[in-house]
């Protein structure tokens, strides 16, 4: 009942910036919780930040803490992750997720219900 849309990846040096966009549409009003999540080649998906969308509290994994930072759009139902001092080991497909309840462990998977299709970051050395 929610769809996610993605956009913003791209190739980048080490050391740049990128912004992604996550826009939620259709029944959004049973949206709480918004997440970045990302998987490289052969890797399990990982967590990357997650935003309460009442209070706009954040949460970030340790690897990006620092340089990454999520902020959102109330009108356009839309979150951003501003990513910062990029590195090589950023790169990954980066999927956005949606929850109709914040989850209790914000970094798990299972605590999401909607995911978006994934945009890829490269960051070149």
Do not use: H
């Not at 040096?13 to 990128?18: E, N, P, W």
């Not at 979150?79 to 001092?85: E, I, R």
């Not at 090589?88 to 929850?99: K, L, Q």
């Amino acid at each position: 009942q929610v769809q996610l849309v993605e956009s913003g990846g791209g190739l980048v040096q080490a050391g740049g910036s990128l912004r992604l966009s996550c826009a939620a549409s259709g029944r959004t009003f049973s949206t709480y919780g918004m997440a970045w999540f990302r998987q490289a080649p052969g890797k399990e998906r990982e967590f990357v930040a997650a935003i309460r969308w009442s209070g706009s509290s954040t949460y970030y994994a340790d690897s990006v803490k620092g340089r990454f930072t999520l902020s959102r759009d109330n009108a356009k139902i839309t979150v951003y992750l501003q990513m910062n001092s990029l590195k090589p080991e950023d790169t990954a497909v980066y999927y956005c997720a949606g929850s109709k309840v914040f989850p209790v462990l914000p970094s798990a998977r299972l605590g999401y219900d909607y995911w978006g299709q994934g945009t890829q970051v490269t960051v070149s050395s």
